[in-house]
C-alpha cells in the first residue's frame, strides 16, 4: 500500500505559500493543469448523492466519477443521460447499478482547475504526485506516495501540515456542493415514516397517506416528460400502496371512507395499467431474445417494434390525460380528502396505531398460512396469485409500521417475505408476459416470422414460469416455518398476546 | 505472472535498453511489471532514475521474496516498479556456489511476486555463469539481443552449446537481432544467413540508432521520449511480437 492523505486549504494564498515551499525542497513539475466547468449528474431519487459518489461531464467528452473520495477520469463520453449510454463498461455497470437504470439530471455545476505535479528528487526522479484541486469553495491537496520513497512521502506531508490544513473526510467536489447549498430533495421511492407506538390509529393512518400521496404527485411530471420509465412505476406504487393502506387499516378510518379512497385511487390508477406492462415488456427484449434461438429474433424485434410504437402512443395519451382538468380535479378532491382524513374515525381508531397494526399484520399473517395450506404442485395458478396478493398486503403493512417495532425482528421477517415475494412476482410477470403475447396474437394480424418468434418465446417463458411455480412450495414452507411465526407473534404487545387452540396466532 | 529475461554472454548489444523499453511498453500495455536490475553496473536502474539502497542487500536476494519487496520502488510510470541494482550482486555466483539447489533458488524468489506483477523482466549481466543457470530455470522466455556480427553469432551459438550440453529446454531462447546497421554488408549478409537456419528468431530487429543511445541524456526508455523514431517503433514492435508470444505461454 501507497500512502496516501488529502488536505483541505481555504484560502488560495496559501495554497501558493504551500507550491512555494515545495519548490523550496523539491523540483516541482507540472504534469496537467487544466479548468473545467463541471456539470454533476445524479437521479431522481438522488442515489448516488446518498451513496456519497459524485458524476459529473465537462460536456466536452470528459466524465469524472467520485467514488469513495477517488476520482477517475474517463474520455470519450458523452454527458450522460441513462447509464447504459457510458461507453466505460465499468463505470456503466456501477452507475446503471447505483442508479438502478434512471435517468441522470444535471443537478449543479462547478469550476474547477485541477494541476497535477510530479514532485522530483534530485536525481529529477519522481518520488511523489501532489495534485491541487481549486474549486473556488476551498482548496484539496492531495499526496500520494510511491513504492519505495516513504521517507520522501514523509517530507511532502511535512510541508502540507506546516501549512495547518484542515482535514477533508470527502472529495472537495462533495464539500463544494454542500457549501454551494445543493442537497438532495426529500423523495424517497420508501419513505421513511416516523410513527409513535402510542399514537391513534386513524392519524397514523392520515400521515402515512399523506406521505404516500406526495410520492404519487411526485412522479407526475416524470410521467408527462416521459423522463424515465421509473417515475410510472413509482406513481403505480404509491397508489397501490394508498389503497392498500386504506383497505387494510378500514378499521381505523371507517368503512365508507376507506370504500371512497379505494374507489378513486383504483381508477387513478387504471389508466396507467397498460403502459406500464408495455414498459415491462420493452425492459425485458435482450433477456427474451437471449431465450430464443437467433432464427426466431428477427420476428421477435418485429415485435418489438410493435410494442415500442404502442408504447409511444399509450406514453401520449396517458400524459394527456394527466394534464386534463378531468384528472387535475379528481387529484384535488383525492388531496382534499387526504387533508380532511380521518373524517369521522369509528371507536377503533381512537386506539393506539402499535395495537392494530399488529394485530393486521398478524391477521394477514394468518390469512397467508391458511391460503398456503391448500397450495400444492397442482394447485391453479389463480390460488398462486392470490397468496402473491396477500403477501404484497402483508409487506406493506410491515413497511408501513416497520418503525413501531424492534429492527431485529421487523428485518429478517422481511428479508423472508421478501424472497417468497420475488418468486412469486417472477412467476406473475411470466404470466401476465404470456397472456399479453398471446393477446397480441389475437388481435394483430402478426407476420408469420413473429407468429413463430412468440410461439417460441412463448413456450421458453412457459418453461421458465413452471420453474418458478417448482419453488414456490419450498418458498411458502420457509416463510411459515416456527422461527418467522414466532417472530410475527413477538410483534404483537405482550398484553394483547394469547393463542386459540388452533395454534393460529390471536388477532 | 510470466518472466523474461533479456540475456546474453556478449556485452553491448542491448540488453539494457531491450529490458527498459520492454518493461516501459509492458506497463503502457496494462501489465503489472517488474523490471529486476540483476546488472550490478545498474544501467536499467540508471534509465529510470532510480539510485539503488544503502544497504547491502544483495546477500539477502535468495532469502526470501518479502526481502524482494522491500527493495522494489515505483517508476515515474504507471504499473511499472523496478529493483535497482546494488553493487553487491556481482558477489551472486559466489553467493550461489554456496547454496544447495541453487538454480532454483530465483525461481522460488519470483514465485512470491506473482499475486503483485504479471510481468517480471530480467536484466541480466553478461556472463555464463551459476546466476544464469538460476535465470534460466525461472523464466518463461530468453530474449538474446544478437548483433549481427561474427562475433555476437558466436557467443549465441555457445548459449545453445550451452544449453544442450546442460539439457535446457532451448524452445524458451528467443534470439532478435539488435543494433542493426542495414548498409553494413557483414551485417546484411549475417541476417539473411541466420534468419533462414536460426530457430525462434522474431522479426522484429532493433536498429542501430544514435536515439537509442540518447536514452542516457533523456535518462527514460525510447518509447518514452521519441517513440515514432525509428528505434521507438522497433523496440513497440518487438514488444508485440513478445506480447504474442506471451500469451500463448
Known amino acids: 500500500m501507497t500512502a496516501h492523505s488529502r488536505w483541505l486549504i481555504k484560502d488560495s494564498d496559501s495554497t501558493e505559500r504551500l507550491l512555494d515551499k515545495y519548490r523550496q525542497k523539491f523540483t516541482l513539475e507540472p504534469m496537467q493543469i487544466r479548468h473545467e466547468t463541471l456539470s454533476f449528474y445524479d437521479d431522481f431519487e438522488w442515489h448516488l448523492w446518498h451513496r456519497k459518489q459524485l458524476l459529473a461531464s465537462n460536456n466536452k467528452g470528459l466524465i469524472l466519477r467520485v467514488d469513495d473520495s477517488e476520482l477517475t477520469f474517463f474520455d470519450g463520453e458523452n454527458p450522460p443521460v441513462f447509464a447504459k449510454n457510458l461507453i466505460n463498461p465499468t463505470l456503466k455497470q456501477s452507475i446503471q447499478k447505483l442508479t438502478k437504470g434512471r435517468r441522470l439530471f444535471p443537478m449543479a455545476e462547478l469550476e474547477v482547475e485541477f494541476c497535477h505535479y510530479a514532485v522530483r528528487n534530485k536525481d529529477l526522479k519522481k518520488v511523489c504526485d501532489l495534485s491541487v484541486t481549486l474549486t473556488g469553495y476551498g482548496t484539496m491537496v492531495e499526496l500520494k506516495g510511491l513504492r519505495g520513497y516513504d521517507k520522501e512521502y514523509r517530507r511532502c506531508l511535512n510541508i502540507v501540515l506546516h501549512s495547518k490544513p484542515d482535514e477533508l473526510e470527502h472529495h472537495i467536489f462533495l464539500n463544494s456542493l454542500r457549501l454551494l447549498g445543493i442537497k438532495p430533495s426529500s423523495y424517497s421511492a420508501r419513505p421513511h415514516i416516523a410513527l409513535t407506538p402510542e399514537l391513534d390509529s386513524c392519524d397514523a393512518v392520515a400521515i402515512i397517506a399523506s406521505t404516500l400521496w406526495k410520492n404519487v404527485r411526485c412522479n407526475e411530471e416524470g410521467i408527462i416528460r416521459d423522463w424515465d420509465t421509473g417515475f410510472l412505476h413509482q406513481y403505480r406504487v404509491a397508489l397501490r400502496r394508498l389503497r392498500a393502506l386504506f383497505t387494510q387499516m378500514k378499521q381505523s378510518i371507517g368503512r365508507d371512507e376507506s370504500q371512497w379512497f379505494k374507489r378513486q385511487l383504483s381508477q387513478v390508477a387504471q389508466a396507467t395499467g397498460r403502459l406500464r406492462d408495455l414498459d415491462v415488456c420493452l425492459a425485458s427484449e435482450d433477456y427474451y431474445l437471449s431465450l430464443i434461438p437467433a432464427r426466431f429474433h428477427n420476428g421477435l424485434e418485429k415485435l418489438f417494434r410493435d410494442i415500442a410504437c404502442e408504447r409511444q402512443k399509450e406514453q401520449k395519451n396517458l400524459a394527456q390525460r394527466l394534464n386534463s382538468p378531468e384528472y387535475l380535479s379528481q387529484i384535488g378532491l383525492i388531496e382534499s380528502h387526504i387533508s380532511l382524513c380521518p373524517q369521522s374515525p369509528p371507536r377503533k381508531g381512537h386506539k393506539a396505531i402499535l395495537k392494530q397494526a399488529s394485530r393486521q399484520i398478524v391477521s394477514r399473517y394468518n390469512a397467508i398460512s391458511m391460503d398456503a395450506i391448500d397450495i400444492t404442485g397442482h394447485s391453479p395458478d389463480e390460488q398462486v396469485h392470490d397468496v402473491r396478493l396477500a403477501c404484497k398486503k402483508l409487506r406493506y403493512l410491515l413497511e408501513f409500521f416497520a418503525d413501531l417495532f424492534p429492527k431485529q425482528e421487523i428485518r429478517p421477517l422481511l428479508k423472508a417475505l421478501k424472497q417468497l415475494q420475488n418468486n412469486l412476482g417472477r412467476f406473475n410477470d411470466l404470466c401476465v408476459q404470456r397472456e399479453n403475447l398471446e393477446i397480441y396474437l389475437k388481435d394483430r394480424n402478426a407476420s408469420a416470422e413473429t407468429e413463430a418468434a412468440i410461439h417460441a418465446l412463448n413456450s421458453a417463458l412457459y418453461s421458465k414460469q413452471r420453474q418458478e411455480r417448482a419453488h414456490i412450495g419450498l418458498q411458502l414452507e420457509a416463510f411459515l416455518d416456527d422461527d418467522i411465526r414466532r417472530r410475527v407473534e413477538s410483534l404483537i404487545p405482550a398484553a394483547v398476546q394469547r393463542k386459540s387452540k388452533t395454534g393460529r396466532l390471536s388477532e | ?249
Open chain 2, 1 to 249: 505472472m510470466k518472466t523474461l529475461a533479456c540475456y546474453s554472454i556478449k556485452g553491448g548489444v542491448g540488453k539494457t535498453a531491450s529490458s527498459v523499453n520492454l518493461a516501459y511498453l509492458a506497463a503502457q500495455a496494462g501489465y503489472r511489471t517488474l523490471l529486476i536490475d540483476l546488472d550490478s553496473q545498474g544501467a536499467s536502474s540508471f534509465y529510470f532514475r532510480v539510485r539503488p539502497s544503502k544497504k547491502n542487500w544483495g546477500k539477502r536476494f535468495f532469502k526470501t521474496y518479502e526481502q524482494l519487496l522491500k527493495q522494489i520502488k515505483a517508476s515515474d510510470f504507471d504499473r511499472l516498479d523496478i529493483i535497482p541494482a546494488h553493487e553487491s550482486f556481482r558477489h551472486f555466483d559466489a553467493m550461489l556456489s554456496d547454496q544447495g539447489k541453487r538454480e532454483q533458488r530465483l525461481k522460488r524468489v519470483l514465485k512470491g511476486l506473482k499475486k503483485e506483477y504479471d510481468l517480471i523482466i530480467l536484466d541480466c549481466p553478461p556472463t555464463l555463469s551459476y546466476l544464469s543457470e538460476a535465470v534460466f530455470h525461472a523464466v518463461n522466455m530468453i530474449l538474446v539481443p544478437v548483433i549481427p556480427t561474427t562475433l555476437s553469432e558466436r557467443t549465441f551459438e555457445q548459449l545453445q552449446d550451452f544449453f544442450h550440453r546442460n539439457d535446457l529446454p532451448d524452445r524458451m531462447v528467443y534470439p532478435f537481432f539488435s543494433m542493426v546497421q542495414r548498409q553494413k554488408h557483414l551485417h546484411k549478409s549475417t541476417i539473411e544467413r541466420l534468419q533462414d537456419t536460426t530457430p525462434r528468431l522474431l522479426e522484429a530487429q532493433i536498429p542501430f540508432s544514435t536515439d537509442i543511445e540518447k536514452m542516457g541524456e533523456h535518462r527514460s526508455p525510447i518509447s518514452c521520449f521519441a517513440p515514432r523514431s525509428p528505434g521507438g517503433q522497433a523496440y513497440e514492435a518487438l514488444w508485440q511480437e513478445i506480447a504474442r508470444k506471451l500469451e500463448k505461454l
